[in-house]
C-alpha cells in the first residue's frame, strides 16, 4: 500500500501589506518552497488597493507558474487576469461566480465547519472546499473545524479540502493524512523569519 501523498501547500496574504515590501516576501518564499496556489486576502474594500495588489502578486505568482485567487471579488479576478476567486459565503456565490469566470478558471469555498455547506458548493461547481479554523483563534465564534470533518470528507468525497485557521505543527501532523491542502497565512506572516517558519511547519507534516 503506497503512503498518501503529502498536503500541497496554500499561501494567503495577510489582511494588510506594504506593496514595497510584500511582494518581494512572497517571491522569496516561493523561490524556496512548492506552493499550489496563493489567495490575495486583503481585507480592504478599496478596489483600487486592491487591483494594485493583484498586479503585483500577480507578476510574482505567473513568473513562478503559481495560482493567484483573490478573495470574493470575482470581477476584480477577472478585471486583473487572476486565476480565480474563493469565495467566504459557503455556497450561495459559487454558480455565479463560475458563471462569471468561465470553466478553466479556480473557484474555491470556504464552508467553516458545515458539511452540509461543503457538499452544497461541491455541487454547485467548486474546485475546493476550504473548512476552518482549525485551531484556536479567538477570530469567529469558537466553531472549529474538527479532524472527524476532515476524515469523513477524504473518505467520501473527491472535492479537494483545505485545512486552513490557527494550524500548528501537531494540527499540520494529524491532519496531513485527511487533508488535499494546508491553508498558511497569518501563522508565517506574524513571524520574523516566514520562510523559516513555513519550513517548520512543512515539517511536522512527516
Known sequence: MTAPEQPQIYLITPPAFELSHFPDQLAEVLDEVEIACVRLALASRDEDVLGRAADALREITHARDVALVISDHVVLAERHGLDGVHLSDAARSVRSARKALGPDAIVGSFCAASRHDGM????????????????????????????????????????????????????????????????IGDEIWSSDQPLARLNQLISAMG
Open 120 to 183: 452544497t458548493a461541491g455541487e454547485a461547481g467548486a474546485d475546493y472546499v476550504c473548512f476552518g479554523p482549525v485551531g484556536e483563534t479567538t477570530l469567529n465564534d469558537g466553531t472549529r473545524a474538527e479532524a472527524e470533518l476532515f476524515q469523513w470528507w477524504s473518505e467520501m468525497i473527491e472535492i479537494p479540502v483545505v485545512a486552513e485557521g490557527a494550524l500548528t505543527e501537531d494540527l499540520m501532523r494529524s491532519l496531513a493524512p485527511a487533508t488535499d491542502f494546508f491553508g
